[in-house]
T-cell receptor, first 111, second 112 residues
Framework: GENVEQHPSTLSVQEGDSAVIKCTYS??????FPWYKQELGKRPQLIID?????GEKKDQRIAVTLNKTAKHFSLHITETQPEDSAVYFC??????????FGTGTSLTVIP | GAGVSQSPSNKVTEKGKDVELRCDPI?????LYWYRQSLGQGLEFLIY????????KSGLPSDRFSAERTGGSVSTLTIQRTQQEDSAVYLC??????????FGPGTRLTVL
């Protein structure tokens, strides 16, 4: 089955700096890659996703890049703010099937 | 519209008792997933229902865990003879025909 690895497990950045979280996957059939943000005590919320026919997608300060050849994808947050502090999870899926999650990255934005 | 809902939000039980956790999906969502999240940990896949197909039970940790989905809508996760290591947040997520998965608020289970 699919194996998703996520790095780093913890990340601290100064407010205004950029944050990058990376994930790798093993199954070349995976074609959908969502990113979730989970604030303390709350449910995971989808923040951005990308499909395998696209190399990059942006939504304001958040972007995701996908390298299908190398089987890795990354989340980029620019101009970080304290409210970006949360745990971020990546996932990989083949359409219509199970989702495989990374182990999470705890992001702290220092004011 | 209404999102995924779960009940109860919190459940405290004694070791050895059975518990039932409920998930109400977003109307029209054909796929439903159960995950377990221990404190400070990631999402552990438990079971996946897709329409009328046989569920994917490959993530259930033991035969004390079972789940059903009635009429392709509401799902119930049952844990029999609960153990302290079952304490966790149990999250339900649902998906329509395309890929986006939406999570419920979770049920926090504490086994004393």
């Amino acid at each position: 089955g699919e194996n998703v690895e996520q790095h780093p497990s913890t990340l601290s950045v100064q407010e205004g700096d950029s944050a990058v979280i990376k994930c790798t996957y093993s199954d070349s059939a995976s074609n959908y890659f969502p990113w979730y943000k989970q604030e303390l005590g709350k449910r995971p919320q989808l923040i951005i996703d990308i499909r395998s026919n696209v190399g990059e997608k942006k939504d304001q300060r958040i972007a995701v890049t996908l390298n299908k050849t190398a089987k890795h994808f990354s989340l980029h947050i620019t101009e970080t703010q304290p409210e970006d502090s949360a745990v971020y999870f990546c996932a990989a899926s083949t359409t219509g099937n199970q989702f495989y999650f990374g182990t999470g990255t705890s992001l702290t934005v220092i004011p | 519209g209404a999102g995924v809902s779960q009940s109860p939000s919190n459940k405290v039980t004694e070791k050895g008792k059975d518990v039932e956790l409920r998930c109400d999906p977003i109307s029209g969502h054909t796929a439903l997933y159960w995950y377990r999240q221990s404190l400070g940990q990631g999402l552990e896949f438990l079971i996946y229902f897709q329409g009328n197909s046989a569920p994917d039970k490959s993530g259930l940790p033991s035969d004390r865990f079972s789940a059903e989905r009635t009429g392709g809508s509401v799902s119930t996760l049952t844990i029999q003879r609960t153990q302290q290591e079952d304490s966790a947040v149990y999250l339900c997520a649902t998906r329509q025909s395309v890929d986006t998965q939406y999570f419920g608020p979770g049920t926090r289970l504490t086994v004393l």
